[in-house]
């Protein structure tokens, strides 16, 4: 995982910026459908995002506690994307749920701020630039997972773990986007989406169960087997992000992408290449990743984000 981003190098506040009040306010007046039901627990006919994102007539009463919360089926969809992936980037999450409807996107993304749902911030880059988060509040995941409509194994996330890398963290959206493009293209559909967070806490649990400390190289090999991992370098290998689907023909099946950057040391991008992970690299850091894939005598590709 890139961990090249140094906090005294970004400012992260509360999204305040003129441009996203315009496009928040672009459907200001837009009605609000009539027809609610109380959300079941039914899992075994889950649309996907995007078929969610566009049912815009649908809404259910969702409720927590003692409070209920009235949600478009867009509007939920937008809640489990974002939960899955703990921080996704405005822009994206207007371009791939939205299909680049801004207003509809402005309109969803209000709502769910007015009911605390969620969070916008912006993260300005050290090059100055800017650019627009949205995250789970803690009452946000509450609702998803009271909701009954999250798959089962599905993780969910709130709000910010590590602020020094939400850089890299966003861009892990947009790869998934990738990966998935491609499995839809072949006839598959996603299933599950795991981060890090879930493959390390999986690993670091079982490795607690060891009663040898260290582990055994041969105990290592065990656990990581266990999780669809490898050992190299007497070390498991754990990627950034495990993407779950199934095929066209039913068959289950998973790919590990990782998301490199110029600053990954060789051993490092070599050891990722080794365990059969799916390279990404943003544009600029691909050639100089391939070079090393290459002096390494690997045959990896690393694709360009």
């Not at 293209?185 to 599950?192: E, K, L, Q, S, W």
């Not at 023909?249 to 992970?277: H, I, M, S, W």
């Amino acid at each position: 995982m890139s961990r090249d981003w140094s906090p005294e190098q970004n400012d992260l506040r509360a999204d305040t910026s003129s441009e996203m009040r315009a496009l928040q306010e672009e459907r200001h007046g837009s009605s609000h459908a009539s027809h609610r039901v109380t959300a079941n627990h039914d899992r075994s006919s889950t649309p996907s995002v995007q078929e969610r994102a566009t049912a815009e007539g649908s809404e259910r009463t969702y409720y927590l506690r003692d409070r209920s919360y009235v949600l478009r089926e867009s509007e939920f969809a937008t809640l489990v994307e974002i939960g899955k992936f703990r921080v996704i980037g405005v822009n994206d999450l207007v371009q791939f749920i939205y299909q680049n409807d801004d207003a509809r996107a402005a309109r969803d993304l209000r709502r769910l701020e007015q009911q605390r749902l969620l969070v916008r911030k912006t993260l300005t880059h050290e090059s100055r630039q800017s650019q627009r988060l949205v995250t789970l509040t803690k009452k946000g995941k509450r609702l998803l997972l009271a909701s009954g409509r999250i798959p089962e194994g599905q993780a969910l996330y709130h709000g910010v773990a590590k602020p020094r890398e939400l850089k890299h963290d966003t861009a892990l959206y947009r790869l998934c986007q990738r990966e998935l493009n491609r499995v839809s293209h072949a006839g598959g559909r996603a299933v599950h989406v795991v981060l890090d967070y879930e493959l390390k806490r999986r690993v670091h649990r079982d490795l607690a169960r060891v009663v040898q400390r260290p582990p055994t190289q041969e105990e290592r090999q065990q656990i990581a087997e266990r999780h669809g991992l490898v050992v190299i370098g007497n070390k498991i290998q754990i990627p950034d992000l495990r993407l779950e689907y199934e095929t066209a023909d039913r068959e289950r099946r998973q790919v590990d992408l990782e998301l490199a950057t110029r600053n990954y040391r060789p051993r490092a991008l070599v050891q990722k290449a080794r365990a059969g992970f799916s390279l990404y690299a943003p544009r600029e850091d691909a050639s100089k990743l391939r070079r090393i894939l290459n002096e390494a005598e690997l045959r990896a590709r690393i694709l360009a984000l």
